[in-house]
């Protein structure tokens, strides 16, 4: 961060997913306040942080913050989200924007018209090898971009059945806005934001609502089986400006290698991201980013580089970001309100697609 400023945050959705917001934040000597409608919840954020904590986000809107950051089921970013705009306050919420696309735009509405800063969580935009490929890309060494082959794909990872990830109503979706939105938020960076001429998907639930699924990985435990109404993979064909393609693979479950890559195809060179292990510390980031060329000096031949950078956490990296637009009221440039609306606009087509 670019000075000592401290700023009053408040973290609505005392999950998983918000203590871990909220300990980013104080390790960035930031005040945070909690909310959730949970008693345990808030019981767990007050040993933790020892800071004050409310039932409702009406309550939390009371105390003079500077910003909040949501991480509620999808269905609840937008009256939290809209509330606290109105309110003065900046957001900063876990993606997706919404649970559906008319949401998705409300939100985005009400971020125009009161001008406040909106970010969306899409980290991989953080991570040094993606922003190294990104200034690769933007620098032409890769030629005209063709085509991207994308992969996010968990061997078994569903999230615990039952849950709020595994409802239609609440999540808008499953694989797909829950990972696979990750594949389509890094295709529109590194395609610089492009416009969608076509899309063909199919999505479907080939293991969530077995009795028999093997319990490896999931994300939580299981509540009620029954409640799966969502799909567990989507595989799509994209077609956008400038005759440029893309095929993602999307998976909660699936029997191959767990993987979330990106081949790039261009006209003078192409690439190998691997972002698979992402979340270890001890990962060999030279096999994340790798370089493919063939040339013909001397005689023919191939060139492959490896490319090493530091290893950074994205995730820490996205809410450094947010508190400096907050702290210096400054909008983001990057996992801007626009840019996510965007993204879920493409996977509102996916989906409207399959529904054909």
């Known amino acids: ?126 991570l040094n090898v993606c922003k190294i490929l990104k200034w690769y890309i933007d620098k032409g060494f890769f030629g005209e971009i063709t085509h991207v082959q994308a992969a996010y794909m968990r061997r078994r990872g569903v999230p615990g059945r039952g849950s709020w990830y595994t409802s239609k109503e609440l999540a808008g979706g499953g694989a797909l806005i829950d990972i696979g939105i990750h594949v389509m938020d890094l295709l529109f960076y590194f395609l610089d934001e492009p416009d969608i001429v076509d899309v063909k998907s199919t999505t479907r639930c080939d293991f969530g609502n077995r009795d028999s699924y093997a319990y490896l990985k999931m994300w939580g435990e299981d509540d009620d089986a029954n409640m799966f109404d969502v799909e567990d993979s989507a595989s799509a064909f994209l077609e956008f400006d400038g005759e440029r393609t893309a095929t993602v693979e999307t998976a909660w479950a699936v029997n191959a290698d767990s993987v979330h890559s990106y081949r790039i195809h261009g006209t003078e060179a192409g690439a190998l991201l691997d972002i698979t292990d992402i979340r270890d510390t001890d990962v060999d980031v030279s096999q994340m980013l790798k370089f493919f060329e063939t040339r013909s000096g001397g005689v023919d031949h191939y060139l492959d580089t490896s490319v090493t950078a530091n290893h950074n956490d994205p995730y820490r990296e996205q809410i450094r970001s947010f508190i400096d637009a907050v702290a210096h009221d400054e909008p983001p440039t990057t996992n801007t309100v626009e840019q996510a609306l965007a993204v879920q606009r493409l996977v509102d087509r996916v989906y409207a697609d399959n529904d054909r």
Do not use: W
């Not at 909310?35 to 409310?54: I, N, V, Y």
């Not at 306050?89 to 939100?107: G, Q």
């Open 1 to 126: 961060m670019r000075n000592d400023i401290t700023l009053d945050i408040g973290v609505v959705g005392l999950g998983t997913h918000g203590l871990n917001r909220a300990q980013t934040l104080v390790d960035f000597d930031q005040r945070v306040y909690g909310s959730d409608a949970s008693s345990e919840a808030r019981r767990r954020f007050e040993r933790r942080f020892d800071g004050a904590h409310f039932e409702s986000p009406t309550e939390l809107f009371e105390e003079d913050l500077d910003a909040v950051v949501i991480t509620t089921p999808n269905k609840f970013h937008e009256p939290v989200a809209t509330t606290a705009m109105e309110q003065g306050i900046d957001v900063f919420m876990e993606k997706p924007l919404a649970h559906t696309l008319e949401s998705a735009e409300r939100i985005a509405a009400t971020a125009e018209e009161t001008g406040q800063t909106c970010m969306v969580g899409f980290q991989s935009r953080f």
